[in-house]
């Protein structure tokens, strides 16, 4: 209630005039009333009903949360994270030693970032993750759906029907070892149409369409709650070029971290975003270090890294809060990547 | 594609010339700022400000789709997804051919056979789709003065002598096929600005580079200062208007590129290896666990370029007259090799024991 003028969510210019007719908390404002707020600061009875309402949306918010009260608040103690995070699914890859080192899969409501040269599998592994966060609970998985932002149009539906195919074969299989009832239910609505269906697919032309896209993505995910995975493919694309202005970049990129994590927790997502690898030139020998800067490096929350050794793909968890760091040898197969 | 108008996102007329008062006319303007600057030049409430920022991000926003929509539409002209390049062994492994709606890049060292492959191509692409072509028109950017007519017209007449059998099916051939010679960066990036116009107008079906490696490196000289930022904005700016046009109207693009050499003591530019079958002493056996000797070979242009492109065919010597086809970059291929010979007919290949 002892909240400053300065600080409401009001429109400037109507902020600036209250602070120059001297009010200085929430409070005053409340006091006064829609028609003596309309006659001191000169505005129209409507309009000072509408600021009211502002101001006491405001002091509603802050009061639920100085009481505690659940819900509008994003605080905890450390034991109901711990029940949360044990409670949580992974997203896994269908690749056991890549899983294993993440801990189980890719991890809900964290940032994965997989970095990686061209052509080593990191639009793969993507194509992968949206098949498998929709399997069935009762195989195992997380039965969402995935969203899949494309900036450098590497997205092949065929791809993506080999990879589902070999998914719904793989779950027939183990539905008739188990022979269990639910499995048998779950493989009626678990088919490739359905598979193909949630899948939603967003062509991101430039960096414009991209920060449209996040904006609105928050609304999409509260129509669509099911979904449990939002693919980025190619963060690096559309900021590499045609930037001058340097900082302006790294401001769009924080702000899209920003949002993304905000969107990864709140509708308990994970989001796993690709990036490309770029040379840096040193005074001796030059090396591949991911794009987009240092200050980018900050974003997410795991980092993997995709490289080659002669002729072996390996991936490496770079950063990673849980898991320590380690690299494993992968394939990529016609079903899978192994 | 400029940045599309504030007020083409329905934003109210008042709202726009106020904020063309502080120079923001489009929605790339718009987008870019912060929650709070936008209150500031709108006037509005944090409240309407978000509503605001919904709307111009809904006017600038792609469609959704889902996959399975995607997958009905492939479905429903299965022969427009590919361009087959009638070999038979490699179209197999491209689940059938070169892609249409993204950029495939051919690289080879000089004399092997990139021109004759892109001749080829244009060949094919002119066919009536009941032989595996599109029916269509070639659109040829020829930065090297490498194109030959007669070799064209060869081709044509030994690879499908009962389609050409008369001189009046040649002709119309050859009549399809648009070619621009272009010297410079700067004009070959005019030429395909200009090329949205000319798909539609001529019903293109395919657009063909060749090749862009020569023009590159002729005008950037990457020691100098400057010059690798240059390079790589052109090339990026390159490669999204390509990716846009292949996108838009469902072609393939082809383009060409060269092979560089890397010195190993010095600046060894490892970053160039985009695959182990890139690096063609690798794939030949030569050297192993790291160690380079000096003047191996990679592929031109840098990392970004090969980000850009969505499939990478690299053709190279094997025992004269015989060369090889690899596949090294596919979303739907794993690494393949063919042997193929260049014959009056184009490509022919090898057929290995094993097919």
Redesign the interface.
């Given at each position: 209630m002892q909240r400053d003028v300065g600080s409401l969510p009001l429109a400037p210019a109507l902020r600036a005039r209250l602070v120059a007719a001297g009010f200085q908390t929430a409070q005053e404002l409340l006091d006064t009333g829609p028609c003596g707020l309309s006659k001191e600061i000169g505005i129209s009875k409507e309009e000072a009903l509408e600021a009211l309402q502002v101001v006491r949306q405001e002091c509603h918010s802050d009061a639920t949360q100085t009481a505690g009260a659940p819900g509008t608040s994003r605080k905890c103690t450390a034991l109901e994270l711990l029940e949360q995070e044990q409670a949580q699914g992974f997203i896994i890859t269908f690749c056991s030693a890549l899983d294993n080192i993440l801990g189980g899969g890719v991890q809900l409501t964290k940032i994965t970032e997989i970095c990686g040269e061209p052509g080593v599998g990191k639009t793969q592994l993507c194509m992968q993750l949206a098949v498998d966060v929709q399997i069935p609970e009762c195989f195992g998985g997380l039965a969402g759906e995935a969203v899949f932002i494309d900036t450098e149009g590497s997205f092949m539906v065929d791809r993506v029907v080999d990879v589902a195919t070999a998914c719904v074969q793989h779950c027939q299989l183990i539905a008739e070892a188990h022979q269990e009832e639910d499995h048998l239910k779950a493989l009626e609505t678990f088919s490739l149409e359905s598979i193909l269906s949630h899948i939603y697919y967003f062509r991101c032309r430039d960096y414009i369409e991209l920060l449209a896209q996040v904006y609105l993505l928050p609304d999409f995910l509260s129509e669509h709650s099911k979904v449990r995975l939002v693919v980025i493919d190619g963060i690096a694309f559309p900021f590499r070029h045609d930037f001058e202005d340097l900082s302006l970049r790294t401001r769009l990129l924080n702000g899209l971290a920003q949002q993304l994590i905000i969107i990864a927790n709140d509708h308990k997502a994970a989001v796993v975003l690709t990036n490309q690898m770029t040379t840096r030139i040193g005074q001796s020998q030059s090396t591949l270090v991911p794009a987009l800067g240092e200050s980018w490096g900050h974003a997410a929350t795991v980092r993997l890294i995709f490289h080659w050794d002669n002729n072996q793909r390996l991936a490496t968890l770079y950063k990673s809060p849980s898991q320590k760091e380690s690299t494993i040898p992968y394939h990529i197969t016609v079903s899978a990547l192994l | 594609?400029a940045?599309k108008k504030l007020r083409r996102a329905r934003l109210s007329q008042e709202l726009c010339e106020r904020l063309s008062r502080y120079q923001i006319t489009t929605?790339?303007d718009f987008?870019?700022l912060?929650l709070l600057d936008l209150?500031?030049v709108t006037?509005?409430?944090?409240?309407?400000v978000q509503k605001l920022?919904?709307k111009?991000?809904?006017?600038?926003?792609?469609?959704?789709?889902?996959?399975?929509e995607?997958?009905v539409r492939?479905a429903v002209n299965p022969s427009s997804?590919f361009l087959s390049t009638s070999l038979h062994g490699l179209d197999k492994v491209l689940?059938g051919g070169v892609?249409c709606?993204?950029l495939t890049e051919i690289t080879s060292p000089p004399g092997c056979g990139k021109t004759q492959f892109c001749i080829m191509m244009s060949v094919l692409a002119t066919l009536p789709v009941s032989m595996g072509g599109l029916d269509g028109a070639v659109i040829y950017i020829d930065t090297e003065s490498a194109f030959s007519a007669e070799r064209l017209v060869e081709i044509a007449g030994n690879r499908f002598p009962a389609y050409f059998d008369s001189d009046e099916k040649l002709f119309s051939m050859t009549r399809s096929i648009y070619l621009y010679r272009e010297l410079t960066c700067g004009s070959v990036l005019k030429r395909i600005k200009s090329l949205e116009e000319e798909i539609i107008s001529k019903k293109v079906k395919l657009i063909i580079i060749d090749s862009v490696a020569s023009v590159v490196r002729k005008e950037f000289d990457t020691k100098l200062q400057g010059n690798l930022t240059e390079r790589?904005?052109f090339l990026?700016?390159g490669a999204?208007l390509l990716?846009?046009l292949?996108?838009e109207f469902s072609i393939p693009v082809i383009l060409t590129n060269q092979i560089t050499t890397w010195l190993s003591n010095g600046?060894?530019?490892?970053?160039d290896?985009?695959?182990?079958a890139d690096d063609l002493c690798?794939s030949e056996g030569a050297s192993?666990?790291?160690k380079r000797e000096s003047g191996s070979v990679t592929a031109a242009l840098?990392?970004?370029w090969?980000?850009?492109?969505?499939t990478?065919l690299i053709l190279q010597y094997h025992d004269l007259p015989t060369r090889q086809i690899l596949v090294?970059?596919s979303?739907?291929a794993?690494f393949s090799a063919f042997f193929y010979t260049v014959e009056k007919s184009g490509f022919v290949l090898q057929e290995t024991d094993s097919e």
């Open positions: - | 594609m940045p929605c790339q987008l870019c912060s209150m500031k006037g509005q409430s944090y409240r309407n920022l919904c111009v991000s809904l006017a600038c926003a792609p469609k959704m789709q889902t996959a399975y995607m997958k492939r997804a689940h892609p709606g993204s790589s904005n990026a700016r999204s990716k846009y292949a996108e600046l060894a530019i490892q970053a290896l985009v695959s182990p690798l192993g666990g790291g840098g990392n970004t090969s980000h850009s492109v969505n990478r090294a970059k979303p739907v794993p």
